[in-house]
């Protein structure tokens, strides 16, 4: 006997989707799942999205491309998150897809819609989903986490349960988001470890610590053992560079606390 199958509906017919039970909801990957709960999944025009600012701020022209090639093959399997604001769509997560769907002439795309959410709740939705992707740079997380608490004016111990992370993630972040934006950008550009900044930070000598900054902007220094190697080469004697890592150490302790 042969089988018989339900009839095609077209997508712009078919209804849209309470995102309630566990297997939609594994179709994100959120840090904290609640914060979608009440979304609706729905078809939107490309046209009617706005980009809200992200906490991404570096796109790869290169893989940018490979992912609208991705997406023109095998459609979107991760749809867009988005706040309904009147008529139009403020973008939440998802800009990458949404440049990529862009560079293909896309018209429209699966998002899950979101509505009545206030800013901070908007801001934990963002980071959230955007934080939990591994190329998304250490600057641009803390970047985001810093944004977060100047738009709340939270606590750090608030920071860290609204956005599931630790308090010494917390505090690193902050720190290394008020560093001056050529540091940021040399980071981002030479591919600096996130605790050659806070290494530096803990060097108290004047002359050194504006001749190391130089350096880290130049991408001369990009690793904790240049760090180390350039501190020694200055004739700083072991007991300072002890000094400076015992000066970490103290604030990891006291951040976790």
Do not use: W
């Not at 002439?105 to 800013?119: D, Q, S, T, V």
């Not at 940021?184 to 610590?209: C, G, Q, S």
């Amino acid at each position: 006997m042969a089988k018989t199958f339900a009839k095609r509906i077209s997508k712009k017919d078919r209804p849209v989707i309470e995102v309630t039970t566990p297997n939609t909801l594994d179709l994100f990957r959120f840090n904290d799942k609640k914060l979608l709960q009440g979304a609706q999944l729905a078809e939107v025009e490309l046209s009617k999205i706005t980009v809200k600012k992200q906490v991404r701020t570096k796109f790869d022209d290169s893989s940018l491309r490979d992912l609208a090639d991705n997406i023109k093959q095998n459609g979107l399997i991760q749809p867009l998150v988005l706040h309904r604001e009147g008529s139009t769509f403020m973008l939440l997560c998802g800009e990458r897809r949404f440049r990529a769907m862009n560079l293909i002439n896309m018209k429209r795309a699966p998002c899950f819609i979101l509505e009545g959410k206030n800013e901070e709740e908007l801001m934990a939705i963002q980071f959230s989903e955007n934080s939990s992707r591994e190329e998304l740079h250490y600057i641009d997380k803390a970047e985001g986490i810093y944004s977060y608490k100047m738009a709340t004016g939270v606590s750090e111990r608030k920071i860290q349960e609204a956005l599931g992370i630790s308090k010494s993630d917390v505090h690193r972040a902050l720190f290394i988001a008020k560093l001056p934006d050529a540091v940021k950008e040399a980071a981002k550009t030479h591919n600096i470890e996130k605790y050659v900044l806070v290494e530096f930070n803990a060097i108290e000598n004047a002359a050194l610590r504006k001749k190391a900054l130089k350096m880290i902007q130049e991408g001369s220094i990009t690793k904790r053992a240049h760090l180390k190697k350039f501190i020694v080469e200055c004739g700083v004697s072991t007991k300072t560079i002890k000094k400076v890592a015992k000066k970490v150490a103290a604030k990891k302790k006291v951040s976790k606390k």
